[in-house]
């Protein structure tokens, strides 16, 4: 057999060898660049989920809010006049206009309370106007 004939039958299993395990390296390395992608996107799907989750807490407290509130009466004229004696919510309104300035100045007795129970300082829950409502 000469030189020529053993280029003619090809690669030796050596260089087929070889040749797969540099294949099958770049698909680990592909894998493993693919596996780190993987874990940073559940990373930041993970902060995203705990934000909305945050988000719909503080949303369940608005709504809850909103049932309690004075919005829930905005269209029911009766029901302001029967709970706080003015003939409708624009006059209810108006009033409260007037008084706002002083009233988010005001130490509310029942602030001072709850601080000593263990609430949030400042941090209210009612909106100043469903507050001065109820």
């Given at each position: 057999?000469?030189?020529?004939?053993?280029?003619?039958?090809?690669?030796?299993?050596?260089?087929?060898?070889?040749?797969?395990?540099?294949?099958?390296?770049?698909?680990?390395?592909?894998?493993?660049?693919?596996?780190?992608?993987?874990?940073?996107?559940?990373?930041?799907?993970?902060?995203?989920?705990?934000?909305?989750?945050?988000d719909i807490s503080?949303?369940?407290?608005?709504?809850?809010?909103?049932?309690?509130?004075?919005?829930?009466?905005?269209?029911?004229?009766?029901?302001?006049?029967?709970?706080?004696?003015?003939?409708?919510?624009?006059?209810?309104?108006?009033?409260?206009?007037?008084?706002?300035?002083?009233?988010?100045?005001?130490?509310?007795?029942?602030?001072?309370?709850?601080?000593?129970?263990?609430?949030?300082?400042?941090?209210?829950?009612?909106?100043?106007?469903?507050?001065?409502?109820?």
């Amino acid at each position: 057999m000469s030189v020529d004939e053993v280029e003619e039958e090809g690669p030796s299993e050596l260089e087929v060898a070889e040749s797969e395990t540099a294949v099958a390296k770049a698909d680990a390395e592909a894998a493993e660049a693919a596996l780190e992608l993987s874990l940073e996107l559940l990373k930041s799907s993970q902060r995203d989920l705990a934000a909305a989750e945050a988000d719909i807490s503080a949303l369940q407290i608005q709504v809850d809010i909103s049932r309690f509130g004075l919005q829930r009466f905005q269209a029911d004229n009766d029901s302001i006049k029967f709970y706080t004696g003015f003939p409708s919510y624009n006059h209810l309104l108006k009033v409260y206009s007037l008084l706002e300035p002083s009233a988010e100045r005001m130490t509310y007795i029942y602030s001072a309370m709850s601080r000593r129970v263990g609430h949030l300082q400042g941090q209210w829950y009612l909106s100043m106007s469903s507050f001065y409502f109820l």
